[in-house]
């Protein structure tokens, strides 16, 4: 009886430490398929800002020891909430990003081990896609083909590989603005204040020359499906242009005036002589 005991709780024991050795197996083998998981996702995402080696670009260096006790908690909230008011994007879905959490742990484990050296392996660069050969629009300075190779570098992340729109606007559309070419640089030269969109010429702090900013604007109009008419039947006059107080600005700004009022006419009652 005793004995029968005995053998039962041997074998109990022997069968537990099997599983967590298999399960330590498996996750050794795991973390090396999690880090490479998290290089693909890392050079398709985030190495357009962060630099290839995370050594800093349009974004923070990364490649860096994190002064957090939790590092890892401290990354992954960053990536899935962005940092608004920065171009630090929120990737996780939850926040209508486009990485799954099981993502964002991969891409977190791949960055913190620059920390601590990094594994040998070298991050693999984004996979080159086969490219047609595009015809300069008339009128517009840049080369499209040029255009097409550094977006497929700095923006395909954001505005999708055709322009169909990701984090950032679609692209492939017909431009409200009469002359498209002029609004497309100044948009990608300045950015867009407040939003992920990032300035992007050398004199707003960004990588890119002027003239690879034009090469960028003939390219995003031979996104649009008649690039050559819209800049052809450009006229100089009447650019359309949203005013500062249209829609949410000026209901608040109306808001603020309408209290504003309100509180001097009750100060002009309080010290007038009665
Ligand atoms: C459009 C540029 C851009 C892209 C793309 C981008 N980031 Fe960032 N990221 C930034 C900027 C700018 C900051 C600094 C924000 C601040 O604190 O003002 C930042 C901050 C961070 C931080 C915090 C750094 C710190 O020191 O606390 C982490 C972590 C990070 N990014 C990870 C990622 C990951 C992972 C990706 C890809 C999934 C990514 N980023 C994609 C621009 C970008
Ligand atoms: C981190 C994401 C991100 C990256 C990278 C990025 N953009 Fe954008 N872009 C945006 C967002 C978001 C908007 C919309 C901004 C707004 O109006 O609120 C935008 C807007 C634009 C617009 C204006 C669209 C319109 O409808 O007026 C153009 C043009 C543009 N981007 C071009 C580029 C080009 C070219 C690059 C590469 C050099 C680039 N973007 C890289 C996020 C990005």
């Known amino acids: 009886m ?14 537990l430490a099997f599983v967590v050795r298999l399960s330590a197996w498996a996750q050794e083998g795991g973390d090396a398929e999690k880090y490479r998981q998290g290089a693909q996702i ?23 020891d994190w002064p957090s006790i939790r590092p890892d908690l401290a990354a992954r909230a960053t990536i899935a909430n962005g ?3 920065s171009p630090m994007p929120a990737w996780s879905q939850a926040n209508g990003g486009p990485l799954t959490d099981e993502e964002i742990d991969a891409v977190v484990y791949f960055l913190l081990n620059w920390q601590t050296g990094g594994f040998p392996e070298i991050t693999p660069r984004p996979t080159a896609t086969a490219m047609t050969v595009l015809s300069p629009v008339p009128g517009v300075e840049g080369d499209p083909n040029r255009g097409a190779v550094l977006f497929d570098y700095n923006c ?3 505005h999708g590989a055709g322009g169909e729109g990701r984090i950032g606007e679609p692209l492939n559309k017909t431009w409200a603005s009469v002359r498209p070419d002029l609004a497309i640089k100044t948009t990608i030269a300045e950015g867009v204040e407040g939003s992920p ?3 992007w010429s050398q004199a707003n702090g960004g990588p890119l020359t002027e003239q690879e900013i034009n090469d960028l604007v003939a390219f995003v109009l031979t996104l649009s499906e008649s690039p050559v008419e819209q800049v052809a039947t450009a006229a100089p006059e009447t650019s ?14 109306a808001i603020v005036l309408f209290f504003l009022i309100v509180l001097l006419s009750q100060l002009l009652q309080r010290n007038s002589p009665r």
């Open 156 to 158: 395909k992340v954001c």
């Open 240 to 253: 359309v242009q949203a005013s500062p107080l249209s829609g949410w600005w000026g209901v608040a700004l």
């Open 197 to 199: 969109m990032p300035a």
């Open 2 to 15: 005793r004995n029968s005991r005995f053998v039962t709780t041997l074998v109990v024991a022997l069968a």
């Open 42 to 64: 890392y050079a398709e995402n985030c190495a357009v800002c962060h630099g290839e080696n995370g050594e800093g670009r349009v974004g923070a260096t990364l490649a860096k």
């Open 83 to 85: 940092v608004p008011g």
